[in-house]
């Protein structure tokens, strides 16, 4: 279990379930790993919970480039550099109708889930390159590739994305630099259950039902099915994959 053995790992989002996720699988796998999240308390509970001398935690806010920059110099710091940068943080926004939508929640869903991605890979690439190259890894979603009523800024986020990436993928082939996306279905985590509220209000559990049935494989993925696809995409397994969507999605997109 070494395939990431000497690499460094930068992960944003890793106070919630999926980032939690890939940076224990990660540190299994032999790298160190630095959690970034705005909330410190969660950070705080991943790295307990993980449990591993390799993994640490940098509080800070993705829509801040300042913040961006002080993560990445943090990894240099404890740990001689970056080999990759997994771009994870997001957040759903409300469920509601286009004309209803709050001009202010908009915003705030771009900054973190498109904002916070271009300007964490603007900090991320020198280091990367730093190092010889490296991997990007985005999260995007289902929702990346779909339309989806209800969550038009998600859904908007998640395809800029993909496009924020494939620029990227083509820009740095030049520096051993891939980047890559990975779009989840559905994924036992917090998000999910703020969802299913929202879809169904008061009645939760009849929303998730009512997702579920449309996914092939008919459950949710755990984080942890994600995080192996991360991983995949973070060693060399994957050394002749740039520029691809990686749809884990229980064939939700098939």
Sequence with gaps: M??????????????????????????????????????????????????????????????????NRAMIACAD??????????????????????????????????????KGVFLGLQASIPALTARGGGSIVITSSVAGVTGGPGIAPYVTSKHAVIGLMRSAARELAGQNIRVNTVNPSPVETAMMRRLEEGFSPGTANQG????????????????????????????DDSAWVTGSVYMADGGNTA
């Design 77 to 114: 710091e404890r740990y001689g550099g970056v080999d990759v940068f997994l771009a994870n943080a997001g957040i759903e926004g409300d469920v509601k109708p286009i004309v209803d939508y709050d001009e202010s929640r908009f915003d705030q869903v771009i900054a973190v889930n498109v």
């Design 208 to 235: 998730k039902e009512m997702i579920k049935s449309r996914i092939p494989m008919q459950r949710y993925a755990e984080p942890e099915d994600i995080a192996k696809v991360m991983l995949f995409l973070a060693s």
């Design 2 to 67: 070494d395939r990431l053995a000497g690499k460094v790992a930068v992960i944003t989002g890793g106070g919630g379930g999926i980032g939690r996720a890939a940076g224990e699988l990660f540190a299994a796998e032999g790298a160190d790993v630095v959690l970034v999240d705005i909330d410190e308390i969660s950070l705080k509970e991943a790295v307990q919970g993980i449990g591993s001398n390799r993994v640490s935690y940098f509080v800070a806010d993705v829509t801040s480039a300042d913040d």
